[in-house]
């Protein structure tokens, strides 16, 4: 299993970036597909995870502005972001936890100038 993001970018603070992640492979089961992310000199942490059920999970600091939604048919996680603060500045990994097996894609840097 490999995942795939799409590129982050530069953004201004207020404004929207969506991040996509693709997986390649086949999933089965009860899984949670994620968003993780790491500001330099901080350790990761979680941004939001949903289940393939369709539960979701937030970050406190996220809550509200940030959307994840997946397509399960596609396998494929998706990271709406909305009101983007400079303190959203940070490198996002997508993460896919499947069958106790643990699986990030590439990172993809998302910079939020004030």
């Known amino acids: 299993v490999q995942l795939q993001a799409s590129a982050g970018g530069l953004v201004q603070a207020g404004g929207s970036l969506r991040l996509s992640c693709a997986t390649s492979?086949?999933?089965?089961?009860?899984?949670?597909m994620g968003w993780y992310r790491q500001a330099p000199g901080k350790q990761r942490e979680l941004v939001a995870q949903?289940?393939?059920?369709?539960?979701?999970n937030y970050a406190d600091s996220v809550k509200g502005r940030f959307t994840i939604s997946r397509d399960n048919a596609q396998n494929t996680v998706y990271l709406q972001m909305n009101s983007l603060k400079p303190e959203d500045t940070a490198v996002y990994y997508c993460?896919?936890?499947?069958?106790?097996?643990?699986?990030w894609g590439q990172g993809t840097l998302v910079t939020v100038s004030s």
């Open positions: 993460n896919l936890v499947s069958r106790a097996l643990v699986f």
């Open positions: 949903m289940t393939n059920g369709g539960t979701a």
């Open positions: 492979g086949s999933i089965f089961g009860i899984n949670v």
